[in-house]
């Protein structure tokens, strides 16, 4: 098994400079929950197709006149 909770709380605390074990806990499932959307929106952009030609600049262009 690994490292006990009170462990890595510690750990945690002392890395984070945090001065309570709720404002660890509190900073440590942020950093969880956004790290977790981010890697769910990786996810999704290597999926998506783009059109090599696509010119943007002409595009744009070609709404103004």
């Not at 440590?28 to 010119?55: G, M």
Request: overall charge positive; proline content about 0%.
């Amino acid at each position: 098994m690994g490292r006990s909770y009170r462990d890595l709380v510690a750990e945690a605390q002392k890395l984070g400079q945090h001065r309570t074990k709720k404002e660890t806990v509190t900073a440590a499932l942020d950093e969880y929950i956004k790290r977790r959307k981010q890697q769910a929106i990786l996810s999704v952009f290597h999926s998506i197709e783009y059109d090599k030609n696509y010119d943007y600049k002409r595009e744009r262009r070609a709404k103004r006149g």
